[in-house]
């Protein structure tokens, strides 16, 4: 079975693009000029004119000590104006940019600034701190975040260019700087944009080389189905690290291509901030990871609806109604009371949470991506969302199911179209092995197909284990029902020969009313009741408890490899 966006040109490369990626930029930037832009949360904001004004003087820096078109310019920080003004600057100038997440430890960031090639690297305050700019000889420069300043320079010219560079403005625009003097390179479809890494261990890293058209795939589309929804002027909260596609496309160029004003956590986004941005920025979209609204839901609301008061005015038809209007009404404003809808991606949302946010009527939907799509593959709008699907192939993407029957038997999810990749950096044979002779992009992801196009995940294929009898044990499928009982905060499914073992990492906040032995108990308790429910080739033997928090990626999913 195969769905196709709504628009998929056969040859996507042959289909029209009304306007590269760097004119969505200066479009937004000359219709907002003196529009709210970005704002680093309760810090500076900068107007739109006032990013196009950074972006000219890095424009000189660049110019002035050599940058070439196809260049690579790494940037490693927390969220922030200046980090988004520089990512711009990279990309408006025909360099290459090289985001970093700023959670890598600085034996990772040397690792990919040097696999790279990159000729600069902008740093923020915390990460300045952390690096060795001996191990990454071939930089030119080093630019600190907060006011790009040199942190280190080994180029005349570029100490020349940063020292005099007021000087270098003025004399270029002795008048002022207006919108006639704005210029972006004029990218091509094919051209490279950016190289993400998805992870920064040597062995294990891959930099995934996106094209303009990929950037242009994703940003037209949300333009076209947020566009209707969030206005110009209207406020976005990035809470998803820039340097990961998820939060870069859809957080933060969607939103700047859409005139929004956007406000950066540029700080550890912990719940209780979070919490109070939500409340003081009101946003009008919430794009987030699972692990940000379960813990809100089960934190504050799940401890409510589970009273026994709570259950008794559930079961009452006509009570029940105005209860869920409340709840619903809480839930809202819990994310600012204002958004349009709230978009889940990076990982799997609980089937528990899900349906609770659902039979509540709240606006949550889910989408599906990768970092090789820049990220997306599929979403549906929550008015038309499908329970336990992450949407349809979105516009210029095409999806297929490998499977003999994919309504019913999981097979490889592939994905084709505008959004692909160009390939892995320097990697020809992780290529070949991503993107077929057709365009085809396997994703690693198994999954299920209905008839109206929804896709539904049924796990990683490298995570797929083997029961005892030879019957795929898909093991997300068991954690997401362990995680919703009693005691779990999160699990970790894996395979001991022919056994089938969770590892538990606890609640924190409730374990200290318990000793060893009580926790272990509840636990027995819980594989017994979960058994119950699970056929008998995926049933657990044992659960054991986890005393660290497990190790996760940016997207925070755990890092199953250090487990198994």
């Not at 996507?12 to 969505?24: G, H, I, W």
């Not at 739109?48 to 424009?59: C, G, M, N, S, T």
């Not at 110019?63 to 940037?75: L, P, R």
Request: hydrophobic share 40%; proline share 4%; net charge negative.
């Amino acid at each position: 079975m195969c769905r196709k966006g709504r628009t998929f040109a056969q040859n996507f490369r042959n289909c029209a693009m009304n306007t590269s990626f760097n004119e969505l930029i200066y479009q937004a930037i000359i219709r907002n000029w003196d529009s709210n832009a970005l704002t680093d949360y309760k810090g500076q904001t900068l107007q739109f004119h006032d990013v196009a004004r950074k972006i000219e003087k890095l424009h000189l820096a660049f110019e002035h000590c050599n940058i070439h078109q196809g260049d690579k310019i790494a940037i490693c920080g927390r969220n922030s104006a200046h980090w988004a003004v520089a990512f711009l600057a990279s990309l408006t100038y025909g360099a290459v940019a090289v985001p970093i997440l700023h959670e890598f430890n600085a034996e990772q960031i040397h690792n990919i600034v040097n696999h790279s090639e990159a000729r600069l690297l902008f740093v923020g305050d915390y990460i300045a701190k952390e690096i060795d700019p001996q191990q990454m000889p071939q930089l030119e420069g080093i630019l600190n975040l907060p006011d790009f300043s040199l942190m280190i320079s080994r180029s005349e010219q570029l100490t020349y260019a940063r020292e005099h560079l007021n000087m270098l403005f003025g004399s270029k625009y002795p008048r002022a700087f207006t919108k006639d003097d704005l210029k972006v390179h004029q990218d091509q479809p094919e051209e490279l944009a950016l190289i993400n890494y998805t992870s920064g261990t040597t062995g294990f890293s891959k930099g995934v080389m996106l094209p303009y058209r990929a950037l242009w795939g994703n940003i037209h589309f949300c333009l076209h189905r947020l566009g209707a929804h969030v206005k110009a002027g209207d406020p976005m909260l990035d809470i998803l690290p820039m340097a990961h596609m998820y939060g870069l496309s859809i957080e933060f160029l969607f939103g700047f291509c859409n005139g929004c004003h956007l406000f950066f956590l540029n700080r550890l986004p912990s719940p209780t901030l979070i919490a109070q941005a939500f409340t003081d920025i009101r946003p009008t979209l919430v794009v987030t990871v699972p692990m940000i609204i379960e813990k809100i839901i089960r934190k504050r609301v799940f401890p409510v609806m589970q009273t026994p008061r709570m259950k008794l005015l559930m079961s009452m038809p006509v009570v029940s109604k105005k209860v869920k209007e409340k709840v619903l009404e809480q839930v809202y404003q819990a994310f600012g009371g204002r958004a349009y809808e709230v978009i889940v991606g990076g990982a799997a949302l609980s089937k528990e949470v899900e349906s609770f946010l659902l039979s509540i009527g709240f606006p949550v939907t889910v989408g599906y991506g990768a970092t090789e799509c820049a990220p997306l593959i599929s979403y549906r709008d929550w008015t038309e969302f499908a329970a336990g699907s992450c949407g349809e192939a979105i516009d210029n993407m095409e999806v297929r199911i490998d499977s003999h029957d994919p309504r019913n038997t999981p097979g490889e999810i592939l994905a084709r179209g505008m959004n692909v990749m160009l390939g892995y950096f320097k990697n020809d044979e992780a290529t070949r092995q991503a993107l077929d002779s057709e365009g085809w992009y396997h994703t690693g992801d198994l999954g299920t197909m209905d008839d109206d196009g929804n896709i539904y995940i049924r796990g990683r294929s490298k995570n797929m284990l083997l029961g005892s009898n030879g019957q795929n044990v898909y093991p997300e499928e068991i954690e997401d029902q362990l995680n919703s009982m009693s005691m779990v905060s999160e699990s970790l499914v894996v395979q001991r020969g022919d056994k089938l073992v969770a590892l538990v990492y606890p609640d924190q906040d409730e374990m200290m009313h318990f000793n060893t032995q009580e926790l272990q108990d509840i636990m027995e308790q819980n594989r017994q009741a979960l058994n119950m429910r699970l056929p008998a080739y995926s049933r657990l033997s044992a659960v054991e408890l986890h005393n660290e928090e497990f190790q996760k990626t940016p997207k925070k999913s755990i890092k199953r490899y250090l487990y198994s």
